[in-house]
């Protein structure tokens, strides 16, 4: 079994920033790709950034230049840092990994921009 913990959702206002922190641990033997998706009310989840193993990263255009996303493979935890944050990122964002093919997800976690 595969568990993924996020951390660091909250409030902000129009403009914040939020840093949030999704930590696998398990049988997370062969961890691969990890990555960020988001669901707001009403729609279907979407992609919002992943990250290779080794580094390589994928934005969605909708996020490109506000948020970053890196991880530390000695702590098996992926961050995603956001920056000039909009109402419209209000959502769930939810940890995803692959880990030998097999995709695992978080509980998620809220994200309120107000405006």
């Known amino acids: 079994q595969v568990q993924l913990v996020e951390s660091g959702g909250g409030l902000v206002q129009d403009g914040g920033s939020l840093r949030l922190s999704c930590a696998a641990s398990g049988s997370i033997f062969g961890l691969n790709a990890m990555g960020w998706y988001r669901q707001a009310p009403g729609k279907q989840r979407e992609l919002v950034a992943l990250i290779s193993r080794g580094g390589s990263t994928d934005y969605a255009d909708s996020v490109k230049g506000r948020f970053t996303i890196s991880r530390d493979n000695a702590k098996n935890t992926v961050y995603l840092q956001m920056n000039s944050l909009k109402p419209e990122d209000t959502a769930v964002y939810y940890c995803?990994?692959?880990?030998?093919?097999?995709?695992?997800w978080g509980r998620g976690t809220l994200v309120t921009v107000s405006s």
């Open positions: 995803n990994a692959d880990v030998i093919g097999m995709e695992y």
